[in-house]
């Protein structure tokens, strides 16, 4: 998968894009980028880098990961606050999976400098 398109939809490979947060001890900037890694994640079926960057508060004990789910894209459609000048940011986004689609505002704080997600509100 390394060489192939990222599934984030940025411009670039994927172990350039979010395969860097999820080998390594680099952390995403940004709420949004964040948020992009965690969706390559769902994708690559990455469920301890999906852990890793959940808020300990909400994180659950285990994530099941449907290997049959088919992520298809990836719809930036809003975003506040979430830079390295925040504490707090919110992600708009759609989701396409085969057979439809999931609406989000997620919601994400910083924790010791990293960005974790927090929880977030289906939309639709």
């Keep these: 998968m390394t060489s192939r398109a990222c599934p984030c939809g940025l411009p670039r490979p994927y172990d350039a894009c979010c395969g860097r947060f999820h080998a390594g001890p680099v952390s995403a900037p940004s709420a949004e980028l964040l948020m992009r890694s965690r969706y ?3 994708v690559t079926g990455d469920a301890g880098y999906l852990l890793r960057t959940w808020h300990p508060r ?7 990961l449907d290997p049959r789910m088919k992520w298809t894209g990836l719809e930036i459609l809003d975003r506040t606050d979430g830079s390295a000048f925040h504490t707090t940011g919110t992600v708009t986004f759609r989701a396409s999976y085969r057979g439809g689609s999931l609406h989000e505002r997620s919601r994400f704080e910083r924790v010791d400098g990293a960005w974790v997600y927090v929880d977030g509100d289906f939309l639709d």
């Design 40 to 42: 390559s994640a769902f």
């Design 58 to 64: 909400t994180r659950p004990e285990t994530l099941d």
